[in-house]
């Protein structure tokens, strides 16, 4: 994994300066019905960042799964982007789904707990977390590339993820129209697809689409942006 630290080493645009601090809201959509709203909130100050995200559902999903999604992460920043150091992940009304996550890169180790056991990982470098690799497109210029490999945790486990990065794409938001580049984690058939469309003015997430392996769908789309440089 070495190669990713040098690979985002070398993507990183010095003529693009991140801001200090983000507060973005998704609608989160099922069958073209609004279920839920996500606010998120991501804080720089010197080399530490902290990223806050809380999904609220509304409507039929209130009745029937009336508990927050809470999700934490704080870091450093550096040349490579941003690294974390712990991520939370809690589901109300649900505590078996909850997952937390130390990031030990002296020793590159990685701690995961999950319904009260604890495992130790090796820690790959470039090792991002469920919340901050949305943040970390910010830091790295997807124009110049073609795929991107790393690893992510949800605070349970550790995966590996790999997306080819296509052409750019124009997509209507709920802040106007969003120019894109395209990622697609190309699944095979019966996993789960991810696919992103990120800004190519600020580098943040405009959509997501998530589709599970019986070929349901979740969309977040953006709602709401605002930008503090």
Request: with cysteine.
């Amino acid at each position: 994994m070495k190669i990713f630290a040098l690979l985002i080493a070398c993507l990183v645009s010095t003529a693009y300066a991140e801001p200090e601090s983000v507060q973005a809201s998704y609608d989160v959509m099922i069958a073209g019905m609004k279920v839920g709203q996500m606010d998120e909130t991501y804080k720089r100050q010197g080399n530490h960042y902290s990223l806050s995200s809380t999904t609220a559902p509304q409507g039929i999903l209130a009745a029937l799964k009336p508990g927050k999604i809470i999700s934490k992460s704080q870091g450093t920043v550096g040349k490579n982007g941003l690294q974390p150091d712990v991520f939370d992940h809690v589901r109300e009304n649900d505590p078996n789904k909850n997952g937390h996550a130390d990031f030990d890169w002296h020793s590159m180790k990685i701690t995961l707990t999950h319904q009260g056991q604890k495992t130790e990982l090796p820690l790959p470098e470039g090792t991002q977390d469920r919340l901050s690799a949305m943040y970390q497109f910010m830091f790295i210029d997807l124009g110049k590339i073609s795929s991107l490999d790393f690893a992510m945790t949800d605070g349970s486990k550790l995966d590996s993820y790999h997306y080819a990065i296509g052409p750019h794409q124009k997509l209507d938001t709920g802040v106007g129209p969003c120019e894109s580049i395209y990622l697609d984690n190309q699944a095979k058939a019966g996993e789960s697809r991810t696919e992103v469309w990120v800004s190519t003015k600020n580098r943040l997430p405009c959509k997501m689409v998530i589709t599970d392996g019986h070929g349901e769908q979740v969309t977040q789309i953006l709602s709401s942006l605002r930008i503090a440089p």
